[in-house]
């Protein structure tokens, strides 16, 4: 069954607390991106990644941060200094050529306690 | 930045009506998708059309592009409830290096 799996569907963070969220893809994609949405509102993106062990920042990467050290994950830490973190989160891949399309996880919702 | 805007931003129509949702960016592109939300859900592709083309057919889906006033139309014929969601434009914009910028999205639904 190939796609895209994003863990936990639900995370609560505590105040001064990092907190790591899981993308996984099995489509053998190269690029893997990171979005934030917020109650009525489009996408705003992170952070993202073209190929292995290299990323760029977003139009919101502040208080984020991310690692692509396989080509299978993309996972996305929401740490202390992002005082706003309470969210949905999106990450989606694409196949570096011969595609624009790009294909997302179910999500995973941020609460902050 | 957010370079899709969405009109309206909901819209609430009978089975079987169509529904035309409209999309306004503000620089050149190279392609305009239109993605599907379902609430609490991933997003899902429907359409993309390219800078050099002014209307693509799917299914029970239209979309056409008009470049010279930067903007997009998506028509779903014949709705169903089942088309409830969030419908949102999507540009890749030249010189974004693989970047696409969404906008706030439309609110469909759809009443049997």
């Known amino acids: 069954d190939g796609g895209i799996t994003q863990s936990p569907k639900y995370l609560f963070r505590k105040e001064g607390q990092n907190v790591t969220l899981s993308c996984e893809q099995n489509l053998n994609h190269d690029a893997m991106y990171w979005y934030r949405q917020d109650p009525g509102q489009g996408l705003r993106l992170i952070y993202y990644?073209?190929?292995?062990?290299?990323?760029q920042k977003g139009d919101i990467a502040e208080g984020y941060s991310v690692s692509r050290e396989k080509k299978e994950s993309f996972p996305l830490t929401v740490t202390s200094a992002q005082k706003n973190p309470t969210a949905f989160y999106l990450c989606?891949?694409?196949?570096?050529?011969?595609?624009?399309?790009?294909?997302f996880g179910p999500g995973t919702r941020l609460l902050v306690l | 930045s957010q370079q899709g805007e969405e009109d309206p931003q909901a819209l609430s129509i009978q089975e079987g009506e169509n529904a035309t949702m409209n999309c306004s960016y503000k620089t050149s592109i190279n392609n305009l998708q239109w993605y599907r939300q379902n609430s609490g859900r991933g997003l899902v592709h429907l359409i993309l059309i390219r800078s050099n083309e002014r209307e693509k057919h799917s299914g029970r889906l239209r979309v056409t592009l008009d470049t010279s006033k930067k903007s997009s139309s998506l028509l779903i014929t014949a709705s169903r409830a089942a088309d409830t969601a969030s419908y949102f434009c999507a540009t890749d914009d030249k010189g974004s290096n693989y970047k696409l910028t969404f906008g706030k999205g439309t609110l469909l639904t759809v009443n049997p």
């Open positions: 989606a891949s694409k196949a570096q050529a011969g595609t624009e399309t790009q294909y």
């Open positions: 990644s073209q190929i292995v062990n290299d990323f």
